[in-house]
């Protein structure tokens, strides 16, 4: 993930764990030169072996490099890339500075952008404000309009934070519904609070107030599962329900922090510094400047291994008997600062919502990755849940007091459903 202005953005979310990167260079003007650009796109793409390489950037906020600069970017990588391969494009963005000029260049040259977006506008703005403490929903809501208007290729990247936590069915609906989209990417927002009360470096084992919690967090994925899997199973894509078909279905990780070692979410920054992980943009995990040693040796060193087999290696032995780790793999490391039960360091912070959420879809997982592999679609999982609750209303409508309840609880119906 390059980004060409590092932490530098022109909105300041009070969650964002990268404004603060700004002290990690100080007096910098923050803008990738005309020679780390080449030199990371030359380097990057030759270094490749396969056929297609995905050019990724990030920021702070990358538009304010300003459009020539992305437009030499393609010129580069059709200058530099070796001969058949194929170059894609990816940026997040906060979407604020894209006008039509923008959207034309990010369609031809076949862009896929990320728009940050938090849900409606009293959850947006509870956190996602300007330099002058303005909400932003109106212009981010512009941009998407815009975007769909030129045809450019987007999704919408949703934190899931303290604001917009207890509204999942209300978030969900809204890009559904409303912003008419259909990728959606999901992502907590863990804060940890360091010594010195900021949240610039990944330590500490408390959180701030605007993180989600654990519990939260599970229900969060659960309330947006039950929706999605009985109305939106194949024009709905929601990333941590793709990585858990992926996950059950025995074909990889489709998120870096399901997998089980780390190392293929490299961050570049704005003067060619290398660092292990986007999350961990610190002194303790740079890797090196690619102006000064040849990306392919920073990534290859024993300082990327070690970092990457680390994810793997130091899981506490809770995680690693634990029954969903085939799909967990403990997460981040980010978020690895608590205690397990018999008070082993290294659980992950998010772990009791993750084994709800995990332990909650397993019966519908199954049924989805079987119907796949007898060479039907995924999408028939819909009319299969229909029909098993239509089976158990119609036995819940005859149910006596004392019959033992058809949702198999175990409960006697009065205690059970027939509550009330």
């Given at each position: 993930?390059?980004?060409?202005?590092?932490?530098?953005?022109?909105?300041?979310?009070?969650?964002?764990?990268?404004?603060?990167?700004?002290?990690?260079?100080?007096?910098?003007?923050?803008?990738?030169s005309a020679e780390v650009l080449e030199s990371y796109i030359s380097q990057y793409t030759q270094a490749q072996r396969v056929p297609e390489a995905?050019?990724?950037?990030?920021?702070?906020?990358?538009?304010?490099?300003?459009?020539?600069?992305?437009?030499?970017?393609?010129?580069?990588?059709?200058?530099?890339?070796?001969?058949?391969?194929?170059?894609?494009?990816?940026?997040?963005?906060?979407?604020?500075?894209?006008?039509?000029?923008?959207?034309?260049?990010?369609?031809?040259?076949?862009?896929?952008?990320?728009?940050?977006?938090?849900?409606?506008?009293e959850l947006h703005d509870a956190y996602r404000r300007d330099k002058g403490g303005d909400g932003t929903f109106e212009r981010v809501e512009r941009a998407a309009r815009?975007?769909?208007?030129?045809?450019?290729?987007?999704?919408?990247?949703?934190?899931?934070?303290?604001?917009?936590a207890g509204h999942p069915l209300e978030v969900y609906r809204f890009f559904r519904d409303e912003l008419g989209v259909e990728w959606v990417q999901l992502i907590p927002i863990v804060e940890r609070v360091n010594s010195d009360g900021s949240t610039l470096l990944q330590e500490g084992d408390t959180v701030t107030d605007r993180s989600?919690?654990?519990?939260?967090?599970?229900?969060?994925?659960i309330s947006v599962f039950d929706e999605w899997v009985r109305r939106d199973v194949g024009r709905m894509f929601v990333n941590f329900f793709e990585a858990a078909a992926a996950s059950w279905a025995g074909v990889g990780a489709a998120m870096c922090i399901f997998d089980e070692t780390c190392g293929n979410a490299l961050a570049l920054e704005h003067n060619g510094d290398l660092y292990t992980c986007d999350h961990f943009v610190e002194p303790a995990y740079l890797l090196g400047n690619?102006?000064?040693?040849?990306?392919?040796?920073?990534?290859?060193?024993?300082?990327?291994?070690?970092?990457?087999?680390?994810?793997?290696?130091?899981?506490?032995?809770?995680?690693?008997?634990?029954?969903v780790l085939f799909?967990?793999?403990?997460?981040?490391?980010?978020?690895?600062?608590?205690?397990?039960?018999?008070?082993?360091?290294?659980?992950?912070?998010?772990?009791?919502?993750?084994?709800?959420?995990f332990a909650y879809i397993d019966p519908v997982m199954r049924i989805m990755t079987d119907l796949l592999k007898s060479g039907r679609y995924a999408d028939e999982i819909m009319g299969i849940l229909?029909?098993?609750?239509?089976?158990?209303?119609?036995?819940?409508?005859h149910a006596g007091r004392n019959d033992p309840c058809p949702c198999g609880s175990g409960r006697k119906f009065k205690h059970c459903h027939g509550r009330g």
């Open positions: 993930m390059a980004k060409p202005t590092g932490a530098t953005c022109n909105l300041n979310c009070t969650y964002c764990f990268f404004l603060e990167k700004e002290r990690l260079y100080p007096g910098s003007a923050f803008r990738m995905i050019v990724a950037w990030q920021g702070g906020e990358p538009t304010l490099m300003g459009l020539d600069f992305f437009r030499r970017s393609v010129e580069m990588a059709a200058e530099h890339a070796p001969p058949g391969m194929h170059v894609t494009y990816t940026m997040q963005t906060n979407g604020t500075l894209l006008d039509d000029a923008w959207c034309e260049f990010l369609r031809e040259s076949g862009f896929l952008v990320g728009l940050s977006i938090d849900g409606p506008r815009l975007m769909q208007r030129h045809k450019v290729d987007f999704n919408v990247l949703c934190t899931v934070n303290a604001a917009n989600v919690g654990p519990a939260q967090w599970g229900d969060f994925l690619i102006m000064e040693t040849p990306m392919p040796e920073l990534v290859a060193s024993e300082k990327m291994r070690r970092f990457g087999e680390d994810k793997r290696d130091k899981l506490p032995r809770w995680c690693r008997e634990c029954e799909a967990c793999r403990g997460e981040c490391p980010k978020n690895r600062f608590t205690l397990t039960p018999h008070g082993e360091p290294g659980l992950n912070y998010l772990c009791a919502g993750y084994k709800a959420f229909a029909e098993q609750e239509e089976v158990e209303q119609k036995a819940l409508a």
